[in-house]
């Protein structure tokens, strides 16, 4: 009689290739997906209309709610929903019924996952939507289960195979409900129209967070920069790009509109015995790129790093009417951690 130990060590021999495995896993998963989308129907846009009404009076917020895989894969959703403007937690179900259904106002909406949309720890949560008339959105793959029957809006799953060899493992259910869950969550972003800017504000941290800063968080403002009239000469230039130290001067008549830009690289390229008494007209690139104060310190980056056959270090930044508002550098992006 073999031991645990001695039928575990049989089973991983006869083990097929890992690779092959990873692929009729992966194509499994697929397939699940596949169907989902064949699937959706008007439910689930009921299912989207009711959260964003309820987001709409600013009281509510989105319950999900969901036990063991059904559960981890709940608060993914709910990490999804709450970082692209949909106010979300989640609530164990089990632990419902010891307090937690004080979390859960007359103003949320419930979305409940499981896959057999059956189970004694769903009963509390089920039954206290049912009393006081919150909105119940059922995802579950048995439309006759307790959860389908008892929900408002029931978004049914397909009952597909799971990725497991002995169909046992929470594998294609699991992946299918995650998607899903994107699905509503990317839904409701695009019903509110949500910004890059908007976005940004709830992710202020990571690379994310500084790859959506705008412009005018980043840029050196106006009065900082160094300005020159299109008659100085070039050891007037110098003067100012020594004193300032941020790589480029301006070049503007008014204070208002750039004409011209001169950078340390203009002044390699022109360096000669003459140098300093040459005007600035001559040595000074013209109508130099700029970038409206509104846009992304990400976006300034790709036109710096990604425009053909130009070296760009620094854009002028410029407010709605088209006049200097300040200065963003390469330099700064990369130290920040833009780019």
């Known amino acids: 009689m073999k031991n645990a130990a ?3 060590e049989t089973i991983e021999t006869v083990m097929i290739d890992p690779i092959q495995s990873a692929r009729k896993t992966i194509q499994t998963e697929i397939e699940g997906m596949a169907k989902l989308s064949e699937t959706l129907d008007d439910n689930f846009t009921k299912a989207i209309k009711t959260i964003h009404e309820m987001k709409q ?14 559960g981890h894969i709940a608060n993914k959703i709910v990490a999804t929903l709450a970082s692209t403007g949909t106010p979300s937690f989640f609530v164990h179900p089990g632990e419902a019924a010891h307090g937690d259904l004080g979390m859960v106002t007359k103003d949320d909406v419930v979305l409940m996952i499981s896959n057999s949309g059956e189970g004694p720890e769903l009963a ?25 029957r008892h929900s408002d809006i029931l978004l049914l799953t397909p009952q597909m195979p799971e990725a497991c060899p002995n169909g046992l493992a929470p594998t294609t259910s699991t992946t299918v409900t995650l998607a899903l869950g994107d699905a509503i969550a990317v839904a409701l972003l695009e019903k509110m129209n949500l910004t890059p800017e908007q ?11 500084k790859r959506l800063i705008p412009i005018s968080e980043v840029m050196h403002p106006k009065e900082e920069l160094p300005l020159i009239n299109s008659s100085a000469t070039m050891d007037q230039v ?8 941020l ?12 004409t011209g830009i001169v950078t340390d690289g203009d002044l390699k390229r022109h360096m000669d015995g003459a140098l300093l008494q040459k005007p600035v007209l ?54 920040l951690g833009v780019a």
Do not use: W
């Open 6 to 8: 001695q039928q575990l």
């Open 282 to 335: 001559d040595i000074m690139s013209k109508n130099p790129k700029t970038i409206a104060q509104t846009a992304l310190a990400v976006e300034a980056v790709n036109v710096m790093t990604k425009t053909p056959n130009q070296y760009i270090t620094s854009l002028v930044v410029t407010d709605e009417k088209g006049n200097l508002s300040g200065l963003i550098r390469l330099q700064d992006c990369l130290q």
């Open 238 to 245: 110098i003067v100012l790009l020594t004193q300032h130290n």
């Open 57 to 70: 009076q600013r009281r509510g917020r989105l319950i999900v709610a969901g036990i063991g895989k059904s």
């Open 247 to 258: 790589g480029c001067v301006l070049i503007s008549d008014n204070g208002q509109t750039v």
């Open 124 to 148: 509390a949560l089920m039954t206290y939507t049912r009393r006081f008339n919150i909105p119940l959105i059922a995802i579950t793959s048995n439309s006759n289960s307790a959860l389908a």
């Open 199 to 209: 976005f940004g504000v709830f992710h202020p941290g990571g690379k994310l967070g």
